[in-house]
């Protein structure tokens, strides 16, 4: 089965830039979302198609997606960013696979 | 505003079943793929199930294929999860989420429901 896999937990300093990253074979030939999901609440798409962010998502989430890796930035991190982020990958024969998540601490 | 409510989860004996819905509401239901996402306690997100808008194309997650059935009702505009054969490991919170494209997830999921939880023991 295909894997995704995320660090357990990235820590960054508030109005620092904070990068999650998502691993998995040949990831840019697959689509790539991001989640933020804080606690108690369910999931909120912040990134679709490897790099598009839906209306409403402020502009410092912003992501990329090339060869085994696809990674989320978060530039000039609030303390409100603070919470779990999935990444999620999707192609026609692997379908939908979550990563493990990534715990961003803002300290 | 789209909507998105589960129901019919509980506690349920292993190797019973379940039927989850998820009621839609807010956008065209029969335009979109919907999915069952689940998380058990402390854990992350598990893709489940999803379907396509016109039902013709359906994938399950290795964990649960061949114990449950996703369907949808677009004239009722509701999805749907049966869960026979229930095990211990089946036990999280079940999302209903809308795809924001017809088949595939090209565009990720952008509504959720607040979740049904299923606890099996």
């Known amino acids: 089965s295909y894997e995704v896999t995320q660090p357990p937990s990235v820590s960054v300093s508030p109005g620092q830039t904070a990068s999650i990253t998502c691993s998995a074979d040949k990831l840019d030939d697959k689509y790539v979302s991001w989640y933020q999901q804080k606690p108690g609440q369910s999931p909120l798409l912040i990134i679709y198609q490897d790099h598009n962010r839906p209306s409403g998502i402020p502009e410092r989430f912003s992501a990329s997606n090339s060869g085994n890796t696809a990674t989320l930035t978060i530039s000039g991190t609030q303390a409100m960013d603070e919470a779990d982020y999935y990444c999620?990958?999707?192609?026609?024969?692997?379908?939908?696979?979550f990563g493990g998540g990534t715990k961003l601490t803002v300290l | 505003e789209a909507q998105l409510v589960e129901s019919g989860g509980g506690l349920v004996q292993p190797g019973r079943s379940l039927r989850l819905s998820c009621a839609s509401s807010g956008f065209t239901f029969d335009d979109f793929a919907m999915h069952w996402v689940r998380q058990a306690p402390g854990k992350g997100l598990e893709w489940v199930s999803g379907i396509t808008w016109n039902s013709d194309s359906i994938g399950y997650a290795g964990s649960v294929k061949g114990r449950f059935t996703i369907s949808r009702d677009n004239a009722k505009q509701s999805l749907y999860l049966q869960m026979n054969s229930l095990r211990a490991e089946d036990t999280a919170l079940y999302y209903c989420a809308k795809g924001q494209s017809g088949s595939g997830n090209t565009h990720g999921m952008d509504v959720w429901g607040q979740g049904t939880t299923v606890t099996v023991s």
């Open positions: 999620q990958a999707w192609d026609s024969s692997t379908d939908v696979v």
